[in-house]
């Protein structure tokens, strides 16, 4: 279930890229995990797990540009009890690695923690060649995967520590791009359990990653038109926090989805499942419309694929219209 | 200082398990018999005369790890940890039965089996992974890895063989079992490997050929890879089928069922009663 929290602030401005959290954060644990290994395929630097590897070079390999080599060798490692983390792509692991990640990381259900970066559309400069729509379609089928994708800075500080803590396979995916910080560093994060940001009353705008900061942006649209929002972070796809999704049913009556991935596979279709098999009420998702990327400026090709505040705001008052009148 | 092997007893064994190769997949109705006969002396020397492992404590970290990369071979490695004292035999009846341990491919819910494999091409990666482990946790265990010659047409085992040659561990070896024959023909129609050993030799990797079916031969390519002091691949000359001479080298064997005549006449072959 999901804990009650505090509202939070209006997202500050963003501070850093996400993938310089991460790599800080593997520093920032090595100690505390001294059986923590990272493993890159030549995108070190872009990664940023070069950050790591600076720090600790005797606990870094790469694998070249090789990426189901990398995948299957983590599995080895961790079978022989090293906690392993394979950085690429979100596309590169999902798919070029894809059997090694079935086969031996799910399969066998080792301790492997895939990091998959330049998610979704934040390599937008470079197009859809290195854009990633299907990842989380991908790890949420393979049984024993847990499916994570943090929010903001401070949620990928912490899910780093909760992957390496986590027993077992974990996909974290995460953006190349600049993230606010919508937390605190008390931020009570843990992998499976949703987080209402903000209460509301009429319908829950259900995100993850980037799509928690257009959320609380849509919530604050949709405030001014006199309709009360609930955000609900679900930075873990999988395993889902249902009761968070069947809370949100009850209690406002309509969900909105968002998240940057086609809305076949990923985050929509977990919750709008959670919900018709709990409390079935209209799900709407925001998302990539089963389409694939392009090159061009962040925000403009994010706005071109439907993910803008405006976009999420509208499909909230679609929501509502859709809502059923109560018995 | 351990007893110099004894031969013939190595000899005995592959023959047993081609024995209990061949119950298991004519009882199972299913299951690849030619490349599990093909790997018979491989793996009763490695399990006979070279890893150091405790069947009676089968997650030692300190042991030595063996992965059936060519996991459809797996009859052969559950006939061999058997016999090893893994668990107990009559275990082995129930290949491929719903709920057994004994998967048709191999699953690490069985006790000795270090990976799970099936799906090809992967083995010798995760063996680099479990080497590499051991320079980084002051283990001292070796890693070998048992391939298919046909599974060599995967490119990731070629990744495989770069990594191996940037980070050198000396304590991976990689077993070709070398048999000529993959699923759809003859491995030099279906995708020919060519030079083998040269091939490796040109990827970094030091390649030692040997006898596939003489237990000598392999002694001495086993004893020759931990001496090379880097990473070296047996290519072990094979025949697919071997022991039963309708099976031998004909690729529908590859993965056929063995029915009831089939059975009888390569049990008699192999010198056992008629079951």
Redesign the interface.
């Known amino acids: 279930m999901n804990g009650s929290h505090p509202t939070c602030p209006a997202p500050a401005p963003a501070s850093k890229p996400m993938r310089v959290a991460f790599g800080e954060a593997l520093i920032e644990f090595a100690d505390a995990f001294p059986?923590m290994?990272v493993l890159d395929a030549d995108c070190s630097s872009s990664t940023q797990t070069k950050l790591f590897a600076a720090r600790h070079p005797?606990?870094f390999?790469n694998?070249?540009i090789?990426e189901?080599?990398?995948v299957?060798?983590?599995?080895?490692?961790?079978?022989?009890?090293?906690i392993?983390v394979a950085s690429s792509f979100a596309f590169l692991l999902a798919l070029r690695a894809g059997?090694?990640v079935?086969?031996?990381v799910a399969?066998?259900?080792l301790n492997v923690k895939l990091v998959g970066g330049y998610a979704g559309l934040s390599d937008f400069a470079d197009g859809a060649s290195h854009q990633s729509v299907a990842d989380l379609a991908v790890m949420t089928a393979l049984p024993n995967m847990a499916v994570v994708v943090p929010s903001d800075l401070t949620e990928t500080r912490l899910a780093v520590r909760a992957m390496l803590e986590r027993e077992g396979p974990v996909y974290l995916r995460l953006s190349r791009e600049a993230a606010g910080a919508v937390f605190g560093p008390a931020h009570p994060f843990e992998i499976g359990r949703g987080i209402v940001v903000r209460e509301g009353a009429d319908v829950t705008l259900a995100a993850c990653g980037r799509g928690l900061l257009l959320a609380l942006e849509a919530a604050d649209e949709l405030a001014g038109g006199g309709i009360s929002a609930r955000v609900l972070d679900l930075h873990t796809v999988k395993p889902l926090d249902a009761g968070a999704v069947e809370a949100a049913a009850r209690e406002t009556g309509a969900i909105v989805t968002v998240e940057e991935h086609n809305v076949i596979g990923g985050l929509g279709s977990a919750v709008s499942a959670a919900a018709a098999e709990r409390y079935p009420v209209p799900v709407l998702r925001c998302g990539i419309p089963d389409r694939f990327g392009e090159s061009g400026p962040y925000a403009e090709i994010l706005a071109r694929a439907g993910l803008s505040a405006g976009r999420i705001a509208d499909l909230a008052r679609r929501a509502l219209a859709l809502k059923r009148d109560p018995d | 200082m351990t007893p110099p092997p004894d031969v013939q007893a190595l000899e005995r064994a592959a023959r047993d398990l081609r024995v209990t190769v061949l119950r298991m997949i004519h009882r199972a109705g299913s299951g690849h018999t030619g490349g599990s006969l093909s790997c018979a002396e491989i793996l009763a020397v490695l399990y006979g005369a070279v890893l150091r492992v405790r069947p009676g404590e089968p997650r030692w970290?300190g042991r030595d790890?063996f992965?059936l990369s060519k996991g459809h071979a797996a009859p052969a490695l559950y006939a061999v940890l058997a016999r090893k004292g893994f668990f107990d035999p009559s275990l082995l009846a129930t290949l491929r039965r719903t709920g057994s341990p004994l998967q048709g491919h191999p699953?690490?819910s069985l006790p000795g089996v270090?990976?799970?494999?099936?799906?090809l091409g992967?083995?010798l990666?995760?063996?680099?992974?479990?080497?590499?482990?051991?320079r980084?946790?002051g283990?001292d265990?070796r890693?070998w890895v048992l391939c298919g010659d046909g599974e060599l047409n995967e490119g990731?085992n070629w990744?495989?063989f770069?990594?191996m040659a940037?980070?050198r561990p000396a304590n991976l070896t990689a077993i070709v079992d070398r048999n000529h024959v993959q699923l759809d023909g003859a491995e030099n129609e279906i995708m020919p490997l060519g030079d083998l050993a040269a091939r490796l030799r040109a990827f970094g990797v030091a390649a030692i050929p040997c006898d596939g079916h003489s237990v000598p031969s392999l002694l001495e390519a086993f004893d020759a890879a931990q001496r090379c002091g880097g990473p070296a691949a047996i290519v072990a000359e094979t025949v697919k089928g071997k022991g039963v001479s309708f099976m031998e080298g004909q690729a529908a064997w590859h993965g056929k069922p063995l029915d009831d005549e089939s059975f009888r006449r390569a049990m008699a072959e192999l010198g056992e009663a008629a079951p």
């Open positions: 059986r290994v005797d606990r390999f694998f070249g090789a189901a080599n990398m299957a060798a983590a599995a080895g490692m961790a079978a022989a009890g090293l392993p059997d090694a079935r086969s031996l399969y066998g259900g | 970290p790890r992965i699953t690490m270090d990976l799970c494999t099936g799906s992967m083995g990666s995760a063996g680099l992974g479990m080497a590499l482990a051991a980084r946790l283990g265990w890693v990731q990744e495989a770069m990594a940037k980070f």
